[in-house]
């Protein structure tokens, strides 16, 4: 959270910004996936439970055990990669996915989870938080950058007491945001470091005065390294990457989520009015343009924030126009009087305006993860 007076910097130092056109094309589009028509399967690879196989359009399936495909909510998911797939898991270990269906570690097991594979497949990056056995007090943050066909670690940076998050991952760089301590305040800054020299350099940079950060996770905002369009941390400015010119910046209370394969479109999700015990809010779903921020299309459901532990319910890119998203029917009371959202189903969204059912069992099934753009 941006403390009041940090929020008043912050928008002080927006106001150059010149912001986006607020008003939608059109009202927003009421989405409840059981009124909607059914399209297409994805045209993205998915995992298939039914069958315990991944789907390929224009290819064959590839049959992968189910233990390590995983599933939804397990904590265990298939990120796609060069030649196949790297497989996420909070316990053991990474492995590598073949496209014949076979899996093999990569190295031991260890307390490293996978974050984001680069744009090219070849490479990707693993996180780590290491606690003093003798002061749990004192901790590290360690962040690796590894071959991605036989795990050989190419890079390694290790920060003490600091949270870092993964942002964006290429061949040469990997942007960073990094939180740490200085004196009674607390430095939150956006951070490019240099695969080739080994260096950091600071792209945006906040301090405000508070507690230290303590180890966390957080879904950050946006970045696409390869379109130069990245959102910094405690910012709602999107910027070129190369000047760190404010292209715009989004409305109050909405998060720009992530930009489209080639950079032109963005999704942002706002308005949140109270979150279920499921993860669930209702919310807005806009799709802008990347550079200038103009709204091309907006969205009202029920749609997931779980995101924010797994990516498997989107929203996922499709193409540069269509994204892949669960979102839910309505809500139930349970015998407490509590409500909890219902009817989940993963639809495809357009940046024309509008939505269809997607054929795949948001409970079983999901959309193998995209590469870092």
């Given at each position: 959270?941006?403390?009041?007076?940090?929020?008043?910097?912050?928008?002080?130092?927006?106001?150059?910004?010149?912001?986006?056109?607020?008003?939608?094309?059109?009202?927003?589009?009421?989405?409840?996936?059981?009124?909607?028509?059914?399209?297409?399967?994805?045209?993205?690879?998915?995992?298939?439970?039914?069958?315990?196989?991944?789907?390929?359009?224009?290819?064959?399936?590839?049959?992968?055990?189910?233990?390590?495909?995983?599933?939804?909510?397990?904590?265990?998911?298939?990120?796609?990669?060069?030649?196949?797939?790297?497989?996420?898991?909070?316990?053991?270990?990474?492995?590598?996915?073949?496209?014949?269906?076979?899996?093999?570690?990569?190295?031991?097991?260890?307390?490293?989870?996978?974050?984001?594979?680069?744009?090219?497949?070849?490479?990707?990056?693993?996180?780590?938080?290491?606690?003093?056995?003798?002061?749990?007090?004192?901790?590290?943050?360690?962040?690796?950058?590894?071959?991605?066909?036989?795990?050989?670690?190419?890079?390694?940076?290790?920060?003490k007491q600091t949270v870092v998050q993964v942002r964006a991952v290429t061949s040469s760089v990997v942007a960073l945001d990094i939180d740490y301590g200085r004196g009674k305040s607390t430095?939150?800054?956006?951070?490019?470091?240099?695969?080739?020299?080994?260096r950091l350099r600071v792209f945006r940079q906040h301090v405000e005065e508070g507690a230290p950060p303590v180890p966390s996770f957080y879904r950050p905002p946006a970045a696409s390294l390869?379109?130069?369009?990245?959102?910094?941390?405690?910012?709602?400015?999107?910027?070129?990457?190369?000047?760190?010119?404010?292209?715009?910046?989004?409305?109050?209370?909405?998060?720009?989520?992530?930009?489209?394969?080639?950079?032109?479109?963005?999704?942002?999700?706002?308005?949140?009015?109270?979150?279920?015990?499921?993860?669930?809010?209702?919310?807005?779903?806009?799709?802008?343009?990347?550079?200038?921020?103009?709204?091309?299309?907006?969205?009202?459901?029920?749609?997931?924030?779980?995101?924010?532990?797994?990516?498997?319910?989107?929203?996922?890119?499709?193409?540069?126009?269509?994204?892949?998203v669960v979102a839910y029917d309505g809500l139930t009371q349970d015998d407490e009087g509590y409500s909890h959202p219902s009817g989940p189903a993963w639809i495809r969204c357009t940046a024309?305006?509008?939505?269809?059912?997607?054929?795949?069992?948001?409970?079983?099934?999901?959309?193998?993860?995209?590469?870092?753009?």
């Open positions: 959270m941006v403390s009041a007076g940090a929020a008043a910097v912050l928008a002080a130092s927006l106001l150059a910004v010149a912001g986006p056109s607020s008003a939608a094309p059109s009202d927003p589009v009421e989405v409840t996936p059981s009124t909607l028509p059914v399209g297409a399967t994805p045209t993205v690879s998915w995992y298939r439970s039914a069958g315990s196989e991944i789907v390929r359009p224009g290819q064959r399936p590839v049959k992968v055990a189910a233990a390590t495909a995983g599933r939804p909510g397990s904590g265990t998911w298939l990120l796609n990669a060069r030649g196949g797939w790297l497989r996420h898991t909070y316990s053991d270990g990474t492995s590598f996915v073949g496209t014949n269906g076979k899996a093999r570690r990569l190295g031991p097991k260890s307390i490293f989870e996978t974050q984001m594979v680069a744009r090219n497949g070849r490479t990707f990056a693993d996180l780590a938080v290491r606690y003093n056995k003798s002061d749990m007090g004192k901790w590290s943050t360690t962040v690796r950058v590894r071959r991605t066909h036989d795990g050989k670690v190419l890079r390694t940076r290790t920060f430095v939150w800054a956006t951070e490019f470091w240099d695969q080739r020299t080994g390869s379109h130069h369009l990245i959102v910094a941390q405690h910012e709602s400015a999107v910027r070129d990457t190369r000047t760190g010119r404010a292209l715009w910046r989004t409305d109050a209370g909405e998060g720009v989520f992530s930009f489209s394969p080639d950079g032109t479109r963005a999704v942002t999700f706002g308005d949140y009015y109270f979150g279920y015990e499921d993860g669930v809010s209702p919310r807005l779903m806009r799709i802008r343009d990347a550079r200038t921020g103009a709204v091309l299309a907006t969205y009202h459901g029920l749609f997931s924030w779980e995101i924010a532990d797994s990516p498997t319910e989107g929203p996922i890119w499709e193409s540069k126009s269509k994204l892949l024309a305006g509008s939505c269809a059912r997607v054929p795949i069992d948001p409970l079983t099934d999901y959309v193998t993860i995209p590469r870092s753009s």
